[in-house]
């Protein structure tokens, strides 16, 4: 009877462990950003699961697997809730937050759940192969899911801010780079398990036939896992942080003629105030003292966040801030709200030292169901029911320049840090710049820390200074090797200037893109097709 019990036990483990582990190794990897950071496990959080995907074609634990990471890496979401501030009772705000995280949870099981679905119809049986081929699928998938309105996580990220020299690979392929020897490294040690268990089960057997064990085969057993798979590995992760290093190590040669002074100001304009006349006036005070200041201390620009005035362009002209620009004659880029018809966009204006508006950049990537409604002739009747807000914001032109008076500058609003082909699209077309443009008040620190790793890898990319004003936290400056030269605190008002240097050189990725993604493609094709 107990014997019985016993082997019922075991047969339960065994049919829970596969998912268990995918449990398991999702949320380390989910641990690897803000606000644990614990990068280093990205480079081996991934292989638990390769092994079960490819050992016992299983995809129900890449759908556990992906929940549980990209379930932790986005929990910041939750800081939204209660939306009071915009109106939102309170159980509906609570519904639409616990709808959102679950969703863009669900949406990063979708991409692993293909991702396995694939590995598996297209094993052939051979280690090297399935390496090429889960990697070139991996970027592939990431890639797609980065073209839509929806992304954040890339595996990428992982390594931002703490692994610069790796993050330098960037400037090869983009983020894409990152991934794809995070996931061929994972891969290769995957492989070596999947090895080592083969070997240990020939052991095993060879020794009952033979009806005895002795020590020389019990030390080669704990030898087994050094395979070439694992040597492999071991050989790609060293030699891509070599790479890394000589690409880290290029000096900058800044042109000191074309230095430039430019300040941020982090106004700490709390959300739940910022569209009432308190906000509106806490708001013009800051960002018109703020100005001033910075003005005095010899800034060349002065750069604001996401909203900074929450108002259209056309009374930008009735504020005490554009007074100020008019009796300095230092430029700002300040936030507020375009109009386009019966919508509105979500801008950075270019404001020049007369205090005209001269240029325009308006926000081409929206947060679903924050700024916008996806498929909105389907579930728009049903936000409106739950919440008053006015779903009216559209989306900004998708290939837009930004000419200021100190140079074309490459411009991300909040949510775009996130999607490099915006910041590699006008770095080709001559931006010398970056001016990241943020409210992030809604959310916990972790978001924050976690955008300013974004914008880190952005700057690596395309080889740029990167300047970030946000409302709450964090602002910084980033120079292009993606060293954090200053950063503001939290919930705080600050303002600061730093030196900056316009740049126009263009890194492999900013001329040919992501160029790495469809050739592993194309060899994991033809590998496939050839055996």
Same mark, same amino acid.
């Given at each position: ?85 915009? $109106?939102?009772? &309170? *159980?509906? !705000? +609570?519904?639409? #937050? ?7 949870? =669900?949406?990063? %099981? ?37 073209? $839509?309105?929806? &992304? *954040?996580? !890339? +595996?990428?990220? #992982? ?7 790796? =993050?330098?690979? %960037? ?361």
């Amino acid at each position: 009877m107990q014997k019985r019990l016993n082997k019922q036990l075991r047969e339960k483990l065994n049919f829970l462990l596969p998912y268990l582990v995918g449990l398991t190794s999702g949320i380390l990897m989910g641990v690897t950003v803000a606000p644990v950071g614990a990068w280093f496990l990205a480079w081996v959080a991934l292989a638990p699961l390769w092994v079960i995907v490819v050992k016992y074609t299983k995809k129900l634990p890449a759908f556990i697997w992906a929940i549980a990471y990209h379930g932790i890496a986005l929990s910041w979401i939750t800081g939204i809730h209660p939306m009071n501030w915009l $109106g939102v009772p &309170w *159980w509906p !705000s +609570l519904f639409i #937050t616990i709808f959102c995280w679950s969703f863009i949870s =669900l949406w990063g %099981g979708l991409l692993v759940s293909l991702w396995a679905f694939l590995m598996v119809r297209l094993d052939k049986g051979k280690p090297w192969l399935r390496v090429l081929i889960g990697t070139a699928l991996w970027c592939g998938l990431e890639s797609l899911w980065s073209s $839509g309105s929806l &992304w *954040w996580s !890339s +595996l990428s990220y #992982t390594q931002s801010p703490h692994n610069l020299v790796i =993050l330098h690979l %960037g400037q090869l392929s983009g983020p894409n780079t990152i991934t794809a020897v995070i996931v061929a490294v994972n891969g290769l040690v995957g492989e070596a398990w999947i090895s080592y268990f083969a070997q240990r089960r020939k052991g095993a057997k060879d020794a009952k036939e033979e009806k005895k064990e002795t020590k020389t085969s019990a030390f080669s057993a704990s030898l087994r896992f050094v395979n070439k798979y694992s040597i492999l590995a071991t050989i790609l992760l060293i030699t891509s942080h070599i790479l890394g290093f000589i690409l880290y190590s290029q000096p900058l040669n800044n042109n000191e003629n074309s230095a430039l002074k430019i300040g941020v100001i982090q106004g700490n304009v709390p959300n739940e105030i910022k569209l009432l006349p308190e906000g509106y006036r806490q708001a013009i005070t800051g960002y018109t003292n703020g100005y001033l200041k910075l003005a005095s201390q010899g800034a060349d620009g002065v750069l604001t966040p996401e909203g900074a005035l929450p108002l259209y362009e056309r009374n930008f002209q009735k504020t005490p801030l554009l007074d100020a620009v008019k009796e300095k004659g230092v430029i700002a880029w300040i936030g507020g709200f375009g109009e386009r018809g019966k919508s509105y966009t979500n801008s950075l204006f270019g404001v020049n030292s007369k205090g005209e508006v001269t240029s325009r950049y308006d926000k081409s990537k929206l947060v679903p169901l924050g700024e916008f409604v996806p498929f909105e002739e389907i579930i728009g009747k049903l936000i409106q029911r739950l919440s008053p807000l006015d779903e009216h914001q559209v989306h900004g032109a998708k290939n837009q320049v930004f000419d200021t008076p100190l140079g074309r500058a490459i411009v991300g609003i909040c949510y775009e840090s996130a999607f490099s082909e915006i910041f590699r699209y006008q770095a080709f077309n001559g931006g010398q710049f970056i001016l990241s443009s943020s409210n992030d008040a809604h959310y916990t620190a972790a978001m924050a820390d976690q955008h300013h790793a974004q914008d880190i890898m952005r700057a690596i990319e395309t080889d740029r200074w990167a300047v970030r004003a946000t409302n709450t936290g964090y602002s910084a400056f980033v120079d292009p090797h993606g060293r954090t030269l200053w950063k503001s605190g939290y919930n705080s008002y600050e303002t600061h200037a730093e030196i900056i240097y316009p740049r126009q050189t263009q890194t492999l990725y900013v001329r040919w893109g992501d160029w790495l993604m469809p050739l592993l493609l194309i060899l994991g094709f033809l590998g496939w097709v050839f055996l």
